[in-house]
């Protein structure tokens, strides 16, 4: 691994060497599109990092709004953490079975809730697999821990504050959509929704920073395509994308690159695009 201070990832390798390590939590956050028909608990059940628990992101969310997997409570997040015997003073590591994809949502959702060592498996599953190390089917049966609620708001962002970030051009707002989506060019996955996106936001797709192993790519290449799309490294961020969670692989990709202070739109497009009173651009 590389400095923990500054790359929010750790190797395949580095973790394998550290499966029996009583330090160390393994989240698997593997979570799938809603018409792909498939459900992250049963990619799990059919093979995992062994003592991997599953984190649920619909099911870790806040019930009480009707956009998909919204942030926990504090309180909810606290019990729900509980249960799956995180803790904070322990390293965790998430991952997902596409490589990088939902695992950067749960890296973020647990930092929000005041994890401190919080990193994201490179390549994820598939590297893992394909590297011909070990799998278990049994979910582990964790010792319950108690979890004190926290949260940092800096790292989110609502509908509010976005509409004002848009108003006041004081933050860059980057949108990890597709360049059809992000255009207008395509219908929206999810019914309902319009086509476009936020005026003045940056578009930078979430896969550009994926090598075709589904690793991260290195910080020069990662700077280059963030410089590529128009964004300031320097300056304040906010990431936004169709539901909050490639969102946050772009927030993973620039704490690489040393922003750990980057925040992430949690009702994105799905919020944003769904309602009557918010404006939308289209085209490039």
Known sequence: MNDPLVDPLVSTAWLAQRLDSADL??????????????????????????????????????????????????????????????????????????????APRVWWTLRTMGFPEVFVLDGGLPKWRAEGRPLETVAPQPQ?????????????????????????????????????????????????????????????????????????????????????????LDGPMVTTCGSGVSAALLALALARLGREDVAVYDGSWTEWGGRADTPIATGA
């Open 25 to 102: 939590r393994i989240v698997d956050a593997t979570w799938f599109m809603p018409g792909e028909g498939k459900l992250g608990r049963d990619a799990y059940a059919a093979g995992h990092i062994p003592g991997a628990v599953h984190f649920d992101i619909d099911e870790i969310a806040d019930h009480g709004s009707d956009l998909p997997h919204m942030l926990p409570t504090p309180d909810a997040f606290a019990a729900a953490a509980g249960r799956l015997g995180l803790r904070r003073d322990l390293t965790t590591v998430v991952y997902d079975g596409q490589g990088i994809f939902s």
């Open 144 to 232: 319950r821990t108690t979890i004190e609620p926290a949260l940092d708001p800096s790292l989110v962002r609502d509908l509010d504050s976005v509409r004002a970030t848009l108003a006041a051009h004081d933050a860059q707002v980057i949108d990890a959509r597709s360049a059809p989506r992000f255009r207008g060019d395509i219908p929206e996955p999810r019914a309902g929704l319009r086509a476009g996106h936020m005026p003045g936001a940056i578009n930078l797709p979430w896969n550009v920073l994926l090598n075709p192993d589904g690793t991260l790519k290195t910080g020069d290449e990662l700077r280059a395509a963030f410089q590529a799309a128009g964004v300031d």
